[in-house]
T-cell receptor, first 110, second 113 residues
């Protein structure tokens, strides 16, 4: 089983739609969680950290469920510029390892 | 502004060549990572290092080695390049600890012919 699993998509949704991505992780000792965004032919960049209480940044909301070992990202009122690949990331601090999911591709259509 | 710099954006090498990919970070980060990214497979961890001269195998270390002689520099070595090592290689660094993000270099697209 992969340490971090994501639905690869692609998700193809109209502008203005709400879209949700899910991610599961296998190591219960994982300490911190992130969502990264990667544009075509570019390096991944941090979108937001994910905290136990859930956190929001504008149109983006991230949730963590430690009991189910599950992370989610919700994008409201999607824009054309949101088209990218979204990567779920887990930091296994005990091993100094940062593990990436394979990414979910999102395409927003006009 | 934080910076992770990879020595080349594009490289073309011949099968059997020894290839060095260099990565330098200026953030005094303890941890450094090498990933490769292939379509449909996402980022896969090759090796990482949590201190100078320390290294740990990731998920796909076969055919690769690494070197970390100085804190700011982490090198990935392909001992004898093969065509199945054609890929995008990404270097990243982070602070030690469980609550830190990783910062990436711009990537090196390596083609082995």
């Amino acid at each position: 089983r992969k340490e971090v699993e994501q639905d690869p998509g692609p998700f193809n949704v109209p502008e203005g739609a709400t879209v949700a991505f899910n991610c599961t992780y296998s190591n219960s000792a994982s300490q911190s969680f992130f969502w990264y965004r990667q544009d075509c032919r570019k390096e991944p960049k941090l979108l937001m950290s994910v905290y136990s209480s859930g956190n929001e940044d504008g149109r983006f909301t991230a949730q963590l469920n430690r009991a189910s070992q599950y992370i989610s990202l919700l994008i409201r009122d999607s824009k054309l510029s949101d088209s990218a690949t979204y990567l779920c990331v887990v930091n296994l601090s005990s091993a100094s390892k940062i593990i990436f999911g394979s990414g979910t591709r999102l395409s927003i259509r006009p | 502004d934080v910076k992770v710099t990879q020595s080349s954006r594009y490289l073309v090498k011949r099968t059997g060549e020894k290839v060095f990919l260099e990565c330098v970070q200026d953030m005094d980060h303890e941890n450094m990572f090498w990933y490769r990214q292939d379509p449909g497979l996402g980022l896969r961890l090759i090796y990482f290092s949590y201190d100078v001269k320390m290294k740990e195998k990731g998920d796909i270390p076969e055919g690769y080695s690494v070197s970390r002689e100085k804190k700011e520099r982490f090198s990935l070595i392909l001992e004898s390049a093969s065509t199945n090592q054609t890929s995008m290689y990404l270097c990243a660094s982070s602070l030690r600890g469980g609550y830190t993000e990783a910062f990436f270099g711009q990537g090196t697209r390596l083609t082995v012919v």
